[in-house]
Nanobody
Framework: VQLQASGGGLVQPGGSLTLSCAVS????????IGWFRQAPGKEREGVSC????????NYADSVKGRFTISRDNSRKTVYLQMNSLKPEDTAVYYC?????????WGMGTQVTVSS
């Protein structure tokens, strides 16, 4: 299983970005796909996750109401729509896939929120 995160970049405070996580698998069924982030000098933290089977989602309190996670099983891709971005959202964002007790990580994509 390989994951490829993309869509990061530099954005001004209040702006938006959409991250994509492309998962190279036969089927995206029955995975939990999560987005995590790690800012310089800080621990990696969970941002949001989605069950690909039923679309149920979870969000960290810090991003609730601003970020939306979604999936397109046919494209084997999970998205993270990020609105109202704040400087404290600056971090490297990683996607993660879990299925049957196995855990996979992709390379991250940098998100920088700055004026």
């Amino acid at each position: 299983v390989q994951l490829q995160a993309s869509g990061g970049g530099l954005v001004q405070p209040g702006g938006s970005l959409t991250l994509s996580c492309a998962v190279s698998v036969f089927t995206l069924d029955d995975y939990v796909i999560g987005w995590f982030r790690q800012a310089p000098g800080k621990e990696r933290e969970g941002v949001s996750c989605i069950k690909t089977s039923d679309g149920s989602t979870n969000y960290a309190d810090s991003v609730k109401g601003r970020f939306t996670i979604s999936r397109d099983n046919s494209r084997k891709t999970v998205y993270l729509q990020m609105n109202s971005l704040k400087p404290e959202d600056t971090a490297v964002y990683y996607c993660n896939a879990i299925r049957s007790g196995n855990d996979y990580w992709g390379m991250g994509t940098q998100v920088t929120v700055s004026s």
